[in-house]
């Protein structure tokens, strides 16, 4: 009777654990990479607080600290700065957010860079990789886009960075938008409604305050006395600056269209857009509509 007892209780327990992994294999574990703190919220901050809100896993990685990006402060100081913006930001949007201590406008595609992106994105099990593209105007955007290709296929090889286990799986690299035409413009391969997150976003933008109030409108040549200083009125104008409706192209609207064949386009706001990578998995439009599980819940 009492090995009766001890059988069942064995069985019961491995039950248990099997349930549980089943359970963390239905999370998506996402990670988006940017050169500073702040280039993955303006491109993915929507997407990602979707794929947060139905209980996945994501994750910022900044390969750059940010403590050159500021017109009357900088180094140390301005890192601490940045890190806690991202943290802060990292809150809102219920992900977390990684920030490297290199230094920013310094970002070359080294094997020492190298190396930190593959540790990050083995250690995140990633299914999705999101990146820069190689062709921006600032060269640490440029850097960390080689970089993350340059990772795309060595994150499953085992002896390269063998002190960090190798994917069993290639993810699926995507870049994010921009807006630049050479060498060849973005494609809009995947499109995502954000309509419903847009506000979400646009707090976790505010949340880089030395960006958004400060750097960004000094180096574009703002009158900062503009600038409003309440919450409720810093939300309102940033919104108007990063998230203001526009009128589609006949690409985005394509794009819309596919991924949201039952959506009134003219209704749709506010859309973030990304192209699948020449590297890493090639996934089939059933497969992103099963690593996009946020498409279509507009």
């Known amino acids: 009777m009492k090995k009766y007892i001890v059988i069942i209780c064995v ?4 039950f248990g654990q099997v349930h ?7 999370k998506l574990n996402i990670i988006a990479i940017g050169a500073h703190p702040d280039d993955c919220d303006s491109k993915f901050g929507g997407t990602a607080a979707l794929f947060a809100k139905m209980g996945h896993n994501v994750k910022f990685l900044a390969l750059t600290n940010g403590d050159a990006g ?3 402060m900088g180094g140390g100081v301005l890192a601490k700065r940045r890190r806690a913006e991202a943290k802060k930001a990292g809150e809102i949007l219920g992900i977390q957010y990684d920030v490297l201590d290199n230094h920013d406008a310094e970002l070359i595609p080294t094997l020492n860079v190298r190396h930190q992106v593959i540790r990050k994105i083995r250690e995140w099990d990633a299914d999705i990789v999101l990146g820069l593209r190689p062709n921006d105007y600032h060269p640490d955007h440029r850097n960390a886009g080689i970089v993350v290709q340059d990772a795309a296929y060595l994150v499953i090889v085992p002896n390269v960075t063998p002190d960090t286990p190798p994917l069993k799986k290639n993810p699926v690299f995507l870049y994010m ?4 035409k050479k060498p ?4 809009k391969d995947i499109a995502v409604v954000i309509d419903e997150v847009i506000d979400t976003k646009v707090a976790a933008l505010a949340a880089h305050d030395s960006q958004m109030f400060e750097w960004l409108p000094w180096v574009s040549g703002a009158d900062m006395t503009q ?3 309440g919450k409720t009125e ?10 203001r409706e526009k009128t589609w192209t006949d690409s985005e609207k394509e794009a819309i269209k596919k991924w949201y064949p039952n959506t009134d386009i003219s209704k749709v706001k506010h859309v973030e857009f990304f192209e699948v990578c020449e590297y890493g998995k090639q996934p089939n439009e059933e497969e992103i509509k099963k690593l996009f599980p946020v498409i279509g819940k507009k």
Do not use: C, M, T, V
């Open 11 to 14: 069985i019961y327990a491995g």
């Open 20 to 26: 549980g992994q089943e359970n963390d294999d239905a």
């Open 70 to 72: 500021h017109q009357s």
């Open 177 to 180: 938008k921009d807006n630049f």
């Open 184 to 187: 060849y413009p973005f494609s």
């Open 227 to 229: 600038i409003p200083s």
């Open 234 to 243: 810093r939300l309102a104008w940033l919104k108007e600056r990063w998230a």
